[in-house]
C-alpha cells in the first residue's frame, strides 16, 4: 500500500466524522435560528396590536373591552387556564401512560386510549356545555373539560416515545443488573422524552385554543371578546380577541420548542 493510499484510507473517517460534525452543527444553529424567529414574530404583532390599540376610534363597549385592564384581565384568566389544566394534564397522562406500557397494565391500554379519543373526539364546545350542566358553571369546570380535551396528545406519545426505545437497550440495563425502576428512569424514560415533549407543546397549543370556549360556561379568557364581538357585531372586538389568541399561542409553541431543546438528551 502507499503512502497516499495510507493516508486516504486514515483520513477518510477523520473527514467523514468532521462532515457528520458540521451537518449536526449546521443543523443545530438552523433549529436555534428558527427558535429565534418565532419570538420575533410575536413580538411584532403585540406590537403592531398595541399601536392599533392606541391610535384605533372606538366605540365605548369596544373602548370598555379593549381597556388596558380588561385586557389583561382576559390575559392573565386566559394564561391560568391553560397552566392550570396543563398541569393536571401532565400530572395524569404521563404517569398513567408510563403505568400502561408496564406489562401488568398493558392489557387496559386499548380501553384506556379509547376512552382519551372519546374525549378529544367529541365536540369542544359540547364537552363544555354537558360538563357546566353536571358540574356547574365557571373556572373549575373549565379546567376539567380542558383536561379531559387535552389530555390524548400527552398519554398518546408517553405511551409511543416509551414503547419506541429499542428493546436491546432496556435488555441491556437489565443485564448490567439495574432494576425495572432504574431502566425505566435511567434508561427508557431519557429517550423517550423529546417525543412526550412533542406531545406536551401540542397539548399546550390545543388548551390555548379550546380556552376561548371557557366563555359559554363562565370561566373567563379571552374568548369573552370574540363572544361579544360575534354577539354584537362588533369586528374589532372579534379580530382582536382571535389576534390575541393566536399571539398566546405562538408565544406558548416558541416556549415548548424551547424546553424541548434543553431537555433533549445530547445525542439526540
Given at each position: 500500500m502507499t503512502a497516499a493510499t495510507e493516508s486516504s484510507s486514515l483520513?477518510?473517517?477523520?473527514?467523514?466524522?468532521?462532515?457528520?460534525?458540521?451537518?449536526?452543527?449546521?443543523?443545530?444553529?438552523?433549529?436555534?435560528?428558527?427558535?429565534?424567529?418565532?419570538?420575533?414574530?410575536?413580538?411584532?404583532?403585540?406590537?403592531?396590536?398595541?399601536l392599533w390599540r392606541a391610535n384605533a376610534t372606538l366605540t365605548e363597549t369596544e373602548a370598555r373591552q379593549l381597556g388596558w385592564t380588561a385586557l389583561w384581565t382576559g390575559i392573565r384568566e386566559h394564561l391560568l387556564l391553560t397552566v392550570?389544566?396543563?398541569?393536571?394534564?401532565?400530572?395524569?397522562?404521563?404517569?398513567?401512560?408510563?403505568?400502561?406500557?408496564?406489562?401488568?397494565?398493558?392489557?387496559?391500554?386499548?380501553?384506556?386510549?379509547?376512552?382519551?379519543?372519546?374525549?378529544?373526539?367529541?365536540?369542544?364546545?359540547g364537552l363544555f356545555v354537558l360538563l357546566a350542566t353536571w358540574l356547574g358553571f365557571g373556572f373549575g369546570t373549565t379546567v376539567v373539560a380542558l383536561v379531559v380535551y387535552a389530555a390524548l396528545p400527552v398519554l398518546r406519545n408517553t405511551m409511543v416515545g416509551i414503547q419506541g426505545v429499542d428493546p436491546r437497550l432496556?435488555?441491556?440495563?437489565?443485564?448490567?443488573?439495574?432494576?425495572?425502576?432504574?431502566?425505566?428512569?435511567?434508561?427508557?424514560?431519557p429517550l423517550a422524552v423529546p417525543v412526550v415533549l412533542a406531545g406536551v407543546r401540542t397539548a399546550l397549543v390545543l388548551l390555548v385554543g379550546t380556552a376561548t370556549l371557557a366563555t359559554f360556561i363562565d370561566g373567563g379568557g379571552l374568548g369573552v371578546l370574540i363572544n361579544t364581538g360575534i354577539t354584537l357585531s362588533l369586528d374589532s372586538l372579534l379580530v382582536s380577541g382571535a389576534v390575541l389568541v393566536a399571539l398566546l399561542a405562538l408565544a406558548v409553541d416558541w416556549l415548548g420548542r424551547v424546553v424541548e431543546h434543553v431537555a433533549r438528551p445530547k445525542g439526540l
Open positions: 483520513g477518510a473517517p477523520e473527514s467523514v466524522t468532521r462532515r457528520a460534525d458540521e451537518t449536526t452543527a449546521g443543523a443545530g444553529r438552523g433549529d436555534w435560528r428558527a427558535l429565534a424567529t418565532q419570538p420575533l414574530l410575536v413580538a411584532v404583532g403585540v406590537l403592531a396590536f398595541v392550570a389544566s396543563a398541569v393536571i394534564v401532565l400530572l395524569i397522562a404521563v404517569p398513567l401512560g408510563i403505568a400502561l406500557t408496564r406489562r401488568p397494565l398493558r392489557r387496559f391500554s386499548p380501553l384506556i386510549s379509547g376512552i382519551a379519543n372519546t374525549g378529544q373526539a367529541a365536540p369542544a364546545i432496556v435488555e441491556a440495563g437489565r443485564g448490567m443488573g439495574m432494576s425495572a425502576a432504574a431502566v425505566l428512569f435511567r434508561v427508557e424514560l
